[in-house]
């Protein structure tokens, strides 16, 4: 598809702002994205080519040439080295997601999918939810490993869906962070947003929506701490962002802060952080199901490291 020109007035209440603050506002782009447009010559003031930092004027005419949007998303059926069937019925699959895979396909994703996997392995799950994530009812982070439902049935998606939405699943996670947080269990309530500079994370952020972390200690090393965490709620990046902002991110977590040296000498090349146990009323008759995924290879070397040298 071919890109597309948007000409649109400058309203006199943005007269002076910065054309990367004023295109975001009229468009309701990120700044970043309206930086990035007008660093690649997209933008123009009146007809004149402008930079991000320049002025714009009230009533003047502004003139946004769009990237043309990105081809439709399609599932591609390949077997995901690694994924291990948990259980399976009519219903559900229940699957341990290895790390390196998405849940579903995604614009700009070419690696392997939960889904995919699952396609290729003969399953077939339902059809409900958009074209490229059907049958998905939550998802965990490619830098993330451990349990995921997938919802086979189409009664099993919209009831797994409202149990999502009211809380009421069991989701733990495991996770190695830096350092001992003080108290050694607590709940870390802090709203989740984009992060205002970089579009690629998550930060605390009064603009966000409500998230709810609660945490518990397994064990504390010299170094670090291993952590049980329940979520209340499901953000993006919500247990990496939620520790960070506690100052103690998940040990090789180099996006939201960790120490690059300890994880290097862990070998750790993602976040210590993996799903270790999941429940919820089955959606067929209600009963309660809970499941467990050990640690994979990687974590598991790297807590071994770190409780060996706190010896």
């Known amino acids: 598809m071919l890109p597309e020109t948007r000409t649109l007035p400058v309203p006199e209440g943005l007269e002076g702002e910065r054309v990367d603050a004023a295109l975001a506002r009229m468009l309701g782009f990120s700044r970043t994205r309206a930086a990035e447009l007008a660093a690649a010559g997209k933008v123009r003031l009146d007809g004149i080519e402008v930079g991000k930092s320049e002025r714009v004027t009230g009533g003047a005419w502004l003139e946004v040439e769009m990237p043309a949007p990105p081809a439709p998303v399609r599932m591609v059926a390949e077997p995901v080295e690694g994924m291990e069937i948990v259980h399976d019925d009519d219903d559900l699959v229940v699957v341990a997601k290895p790390v ?8 700009g994703w070419t690696g392997p999918t939960v889904i995919g996997g699952l396609a290729a392995a003969g399953f ?4 409900s939810g958009a074209a490229e994530r059907q049958g998905i009812v939550h998802r965990l982070d490619v830098g ?62 009064a603009a966000g929506k409500p998230a709810v972390t609660h945490y518990d200690l397994v064990e504390a090393f010299r170094a670090a701490s291993l952590l049980d ?14 520790m960070a902002a506690h100052r103690h991110p998940c040990v090789g977590d180099l996006t939201y802060g960790a120490d690059p040296t300890l994880a290097r000498r ?11 146990r999941l429940g919820f009323e089955h959606p067929a008759d209600g009963r309660w199901a809970e499941f467990e995924s050990g640690y994979p290879d990687d974590l598991r070397h790297a807590l071994d490291t770190v409780r060996a040298e706190s010896a």
């Not at 189409?154 to 495991?174: C, I, N, P």
């Open 124 to 127: 077939r799950v339902a059809t």
């Open 266 to 276: 862990l070998r750790l090349t993602r976040q210590w952080l993996h799903a270790v």
């Open 100 to 107: 390196g895979v998405a849940a579903h396909p995604s614009p």
């Open 144 to 205: 993330t490993s451990g349990l995921m439902v997938v919802a086979k049935s189409e009664l099993a998606y919209s009831r797994l869906k409202q149990q999502f939405r009211d809380r009421t699943v069991d989701k733990r996670y495991h996770a190695l962070v830096q350092g001992h947080p003080d108290p050694l269990s607590g709940t870390i309530d802090a709203p989740i947003g984009r992060h205002p500079q970089h579009d690629y994370k998550w930060a605390v952020t």
């Open 229 to 242: 965490i329940r979520l209340e709620t499901g953000r993006t990046h919500q247990i990496r962002v939620h």
